[in-house]
């Protein structure tokens, strides 16, 4: 079955912290404040619902950037509830939203379910303690321990997103998170590798010489590695690498770090032969 997902980027919001290496309206492509409305969310699904194939497709509206489950409930609605009408009338499969940790609990989880949420992704980045200290999260691994058992007992898929070559961090903590994530009960990853973006902490960092990013040789042999475990784990890597925005392949926002746009093809190639 061939899966579809209808992207909805929400920029910076409901995240209560900005993270050394974040500048969500970069890395998304879409810059500034500009939510949608419901109009316009009930018009993208159509759009995008005129271009995919009915048969042996499995579609979902997805709601990704900032912290979804920290926007005020009634914007939340206004997102969801249009997208919801297409899942109720059998037109799109499933809906996704990707939140923090620390922003997840039974209120949460019961409001997401009433509108139609299938599928929550959390943004764990590590599960060391140190790493998570060092790269500004906000959060600790106990609190990706608790919300990845709030979100599997209400019924839903839980996916996590892991990143590599955070300060501090090294392949063995890595794999410690990949090892984690399969032990919570993700069904679905995404990895990413850690990259300097203007405007950031780590930007900072990495002018003081204070943050050395991967190399390219090193971001995809970790990567291979992580791809082949959780194959063999049963897990779905849904994302390997960051998409790749006009800024990004200009250069006109990135400054150092493994970015290719055509990273996952290279780490899944590797991890063929791991």
């Not at 998304?28 to 018009?43: F, L, N, S, Y």
């Not at 759009?47 to 990704?64: C, D, H, K, S, W």
């Amino acid at each position: 079955m061939k899966h579809y997902t209808i992207p909805f980027f929400i920029p910076h919001r409901g995240c209560p912290h900005k993270c050394i290496f974040c500048d969500q309206g970069r890395i998304t492509g879409e810059r500034g404040d500009k939510i949608p409305t419901a109009e316009e969310v009930r018009a993208r699904i159509e759009t995008y619902l005129a271009t995919m194939p009915r048969e042996g497709v499995y579609i979902q509206a997805g709601f990704f950037g900032g912290s979804f489950t920290g926007v005020p409930e009634t914007l939340q609605e206004t997102l969801l509830d249009p997208a919801k009408e297409f899942l109720l009338k059998g037109r799109i499969q499933g809906m996704r939203v990707s939140t923090r940790p620390d922003l997840i609990d039974e209120n949460k989880i019961s409001f997401l379910r009433d509108h139609g949420v299938t599928c929550i992704e959390l943004g764990v980045q590590s599960m060391s303690a140190d790493v998570l200290d060092a790269s500004g999260r906000g959060h600790t691994p106990e609190d990706v321990i608790e919300a990845s058992r709030l979100i599997r007992s209400g019924g839903f898929e839980l996916a996590h997103q892991m990143m590599l070559g955070l300060p501090l961090s090294s392949y063995e903590k890595e794999f410690f998170t990949a090892e984690k994530a399969v032990e919570l009960g993700a069904g679905q990853v995404r990895i990413y590798p850690v990259i300097v973006m203007k405007g950031t902490e780590l930007a900072d960092m990495w002018e003081r010489g204070e943050y050395v990013p991967l190399e390219m040789e090193q971001a995809v042999e970790r990567a291979a590695k992580l791809l082949s475990f959780f194959r063999r784990s049963g897990v779905k890597v849904i994302r390997c690498g960051l998409h790749s925005s006009e800024g990004l392949i200009s250069g006109e926002e990135y400054l150092a770090g493994p970015f290719h746009p055509a990273f996952g093809h290279l780490a899944k190639q590797r991890s063929e032969k791991v």
